[in-house]
């Protein structure tokens, strides 16, 4: 008979449960994980409501395993992995790429055609389970000083990381994120780790009120944003006005960063782009982000770990697609799962 293990199981939209499904088994080239810390993020959330484009491309389906900020410990490996793997502590990419075509030979398979997102696309059973199969050459190893809260960090901020570089901000600029969830907040982690003042544009006074615990003084609203000539806008947000908002309010030949992602076509006036002498930048996945993350988590030069309010076993997950803080929760905007709590 083969082993079964606990995993979260997305069935229609608005249908969550945890069922008994076969345990991974570690095939060539992947490792199985067992899973100490995952994170429920936005994507999931529209995964459980039906609301991804995914759903509706055909790139994803019913039924599926959802999961993709996570962390582990290997504990068994297929044929011709190194087993040296084996006990190692580790995260991993989200996005598996063919490895074939041309994008992925010239490594970027983060946006092949073809690619599976672990817990998102392809078919590929994510991470809110008690074991994770995955390609080793997705893997990152993680140091001892990352634990399992950073370690379930490390696939948001690989987000945030790429979004501040792509701010390409010096010591002294100013930067500005707009929405400030978990993806704005760690993107302004990295930005004022980067020697920017960083100033956060919101719209619930809890959330600007968190920004501010976390000592960033410069959190305001649409009416109290202060007239300063701002270097970079990162958009975090999921308003569709944003990117246009973010484009009036940089500074000619600044820069716009769009991480944020709105239900509806965003519109912007090229024109304001050209006139402006702006770059303006996209960013999809954390894949080329979560080495330099991992470091930034080991040293301490960014330490986003406040953000999560609570952390719950597998069988609280329903609640929390659906909206519900779980009981005793911080201020903080993420929810993280420890797959062996309730077991
Ligand atoms: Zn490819």
């Not at 946006?111 to 078919?123: H, K, L, W």
């Not at 006005?241 to 509806?264: K, N």
């Not at 030069?301 to 609570?310: K, N, T, W, Y």
Request: proline share 8%; aromatic share 4%.
């Amino acid at each position: 008979m083969s082993r079964t293990m606990r995993a979260v199981v997305l069935s229609g939209p608005g249908r969550c449960a945890v069922q008994e499904v076969p345990a991974p088994t570690a095939v060539p080239g992947e490792v199985v994980v067992d899973v100490e810390r995952v994170g429920v993020c936005g994507t999931d959330v529209e995964l459980f409501t039906g609301e991804l484009s995914y759903l509706e491309t055909g790139h994803s389906s019913y039924p599926l395993r959802p999961g993709h900020e996570w962390c582990g410990r290997v504990t068994a490996v297929g044929g011709g992995v190194d087993p040296a793997w084996l006990g190692r502590r580790v995260t991993g990419d989200t996005m598996l790429g063919d490895r074939v075509c041309r994008r992925c030979r010239r490594g970027q398979q983060h946006v092949c055609e073809d690619r599976q997102e672990v817990g998102i696309r392809g078919d590929r059973p994510g991470a809110l389970a008690e074991q994770l199969a995955v390609p080793v050459q997705s893997l990152h190893e993680l140091p001892d000083s990352v634990d399992p809260v950073l370690g379930a960090l490390v696939e948001p901020g690989g987000n945030a990381w790429r979004a501040a570089q792509a701010a390409a901000v010096a010591s002294g600029d100013r930067a500005l994120v707009i929405g400030p969830g978990t993806i704005g907040l760690l993107t302004a982690m990295f930005l004022r780790a980067r020697g920017a003042e960083v100033h956060l544009l919101g719209v619930t006074a809890p959330s600007l009120d968190f920004a501010r615990g976390l000592g960033f003084a410069d959190a305001w609203t649409r009416d109290t944003l202060p007239d300063l000539p701002v270097d970079a806008v990162v958009d975090a947000s999921t308003d569709p006005g944003s990117p246009a908002l973010a484009l009036d309010l940089v500074e000619p030949a600044g820069r716009v960063v769009c991480i944020g992602i709105a239900g509806t076509p965003s519109t912007i006036d090229t024109r304001t782009l050209l006139l402006k002498d702006v770059t303006a930048v996209g960013v999809l996945s954390a894949s080329p982000g979560l080495a330099p993350t991992i470091e930034a988590y080991r040293t301490g030069a960014v330490d986003p770990r406040p953000l999560v309010a609570a952390t719950v076993g597998l069988a609280e997950v329903g609640a929390v697609l659906a909206g519900g803080r779980p009981r005793g929760s911080g201020a903080g905007p993420k929810v993280h799962v420890d797959p062996r709590l309730g077991a």
